[in-house]
């Protein structure tokens, strides 16, 4: 009877595995063997898969390390593939906001500089020769397009405009037709664009005392009245920048005056009204962008030093549509002995491994501390080092320079005024009329420590 039972019982377990393999189609059935081969064939795809990831992954590791290896093991100031070394720091914090993202993409700049600021040029008849008159070129379209192909994104375009005008202070129009075709130029390009008024820094324009005061502000929200309605369309890549260096001309405290002195109280207080001035004319044109254009306001003679001093306030820009449009604007030729002094005590020497870089960076921290950690914009309107036969040394300044600027949140642009081998200040950085570099060794500093 038990045998009987089991018997059954296989028969029907076996009857229940032929009814399920009927179930399947022809192409569900595979043999064992097919079936191993398959699984290996899967193995063996997935381990090929691997073993490229992990070559591929290999190989981009050394070529990082490389890469990293060939800078890394250089010395400061040391030249590796072009570009000096400059010690890394620890970043600091840049508060997110979108006036710093702004200077922070604008990256770094060039001057357009004795240019159209040319000034008091009594020997010509045709106005329009005053572009040429101290630089002995007139700006170029292909000028311009080298500046934004060698990296450049920002230009800023210094013009002196107390020549061009009349009694009241109308701006003659072929001037302005001339200075707005150069910067729809650069504006074309893409670029960033400053324009200012720059040297009508006189007791008959503008100038910071109580006794000129009225006048200055006569002048100066005349010439933005008009410049604010010429450019009004132009985007926020065009800048307005008030005055130029405003200071006490003539005077023994031309470039440098105690704060803490009457006189002192008093030009600082006058350099705030007429910013003030600047930006309430700028921003009551109320047409295209100029309620929210950015704005660049200097301190006295625009040194880093006065705009750190209590008396140098931030204007009050209520009426702008926007929040945080006011930029800080510095100048600073530092170390001067080495950037900008031509007489006793002068040096044509830099050395970041020597310590020569300590006033730029006590400057650029402070004013990092007062205002860019604050959240308030600076940017650096002009800095450089004359040339005196010193391209190393003028190279090294420029990297550490542009690299504290960029590490402290700000953007610097370069002075150039077309000089080279004269008798006074030689800046040339490219040859205007042909176009080409004259030192691309300090332009390859600017453009790869700027990112």
């Known amino acids: 009877m038990k045998k009987k039972l089991v018997s059954l019982f296989v028969v029907a377990a076996l009857a229940a595995t032929l009814a399920a393999c009927a179930k399947q189609t022809p192409a569900e059935v595979q043999p064992v063997e097919e079936q191993v081969e398959t699984v ?3 193995k063996e795809e997935k381990t090929e898969v691997v073993e490229e990831k992990t070559e591929e992954k290999t190989e981009e590791k050394t070529e990082e390390v490389k890469e990293e290896t060939a800078f890394d093991k250089a010395e400061v100031g040391e030249v590796v593939d072009g570009i000096v070394k400059v010690k890394q720091r620890t970043p600091v914090d840049i508060p997110d906001n979108d006036a710093l993202n702004f200077v922070r993409d604008m990256e770094v700049g060039w001057n357009l500089g004795n240019g159209f600021d040319a000034n008091d040029c009594t020997w010509l008849s045709n106005e329009l020769d005053y572009e040429s008159a101290w630089c002995n070129a007139k700006t170029t379209k292909e000028l311009i397009t080298a500046l934004k192909d060698a990296g450049y994104k920002t230009i800023r375009i210094p013009v002196s405009w107390h020549n061009h005008v009349d009694a009241d202070y109308n701006i003659s129009q072929p001037w302005l037709d ?33 006794d000129k005061l009225d006048q200055s502000k006569k002048y100066v929200t005349k010439i933005w009245e008009q410049l604010a309605d010429r450019f009004a369309d132009y985007d926020e890549h065009l800048i307005f920048e008030t005055m130029n260096e405003p200071r006490l001309v003539g005077t023994d405290v031309e470039w440098w005056v105690d704060t803490n002195s009457e006189i002192g109280k008093e030009t600082m207080d006058c350099i705030n009204q007429l910013n003030q001035a600047a930006v309430d004319t700028i921003r009551a044109n109320g047409n295209g962008y100029n309620t929210s254009r950015y704005i660049m306001t200097p301190g006295y003679c625009a040194s880093p030093e ?18 945080n449009r006011i930029i800080v604007s510095i100048h600073a030729y530092t170390p001067y002995n080495f950037a900008l002094n031509q007489d006793a005590g002068q040096t044509k020497t830099f050395s970041i491994k020597a310590g020569d870089g300590a006033d730029i960076e006590s400057f650029m921290s402070r004013i990092y501390d007062k205002f860019v950690s604050k959240g308030v ?23 550490y320079y542009v690299y504290s600027a960029r590490h402290y949140g700000m953007t610097a642009l370069v002075w150039d005024n077309n000089a080279l081998k004269s008798d006074g200040e030689n800046f040339r950085l490219i040859d205007r009329a042909s176009a080409t570099w004259v030192f691309p060794e300090i332009v390859d500093q600017m453009m790869y420590y700027c990112k």
């Open 40 to 42: 290996e064939e899967v």
């Open 178 to 210: 001339r200075v707005e075709e150069v910067v729809g130029w650069a504006y074309d390009e893409g670029m960033y664009v400053i324009l200012n008024i720059h040297h009508d820094n006189s007791e008959k324009f503008e100038y910071p005392n109580y």
């Open 306 to 323: 006065f705009a750190l001093a209590d008396g140098f306030k931030l204007v009050d820009d209520s009426k702008a549509t926007a929040e």
């Open 377 to 399: 914009p600076v940017v650096i309107g002009e800095f450089g080092a004359l040339d005196k036969d010193n391209l190393e040394a003028r190279r090294e300044f420029t990297a």
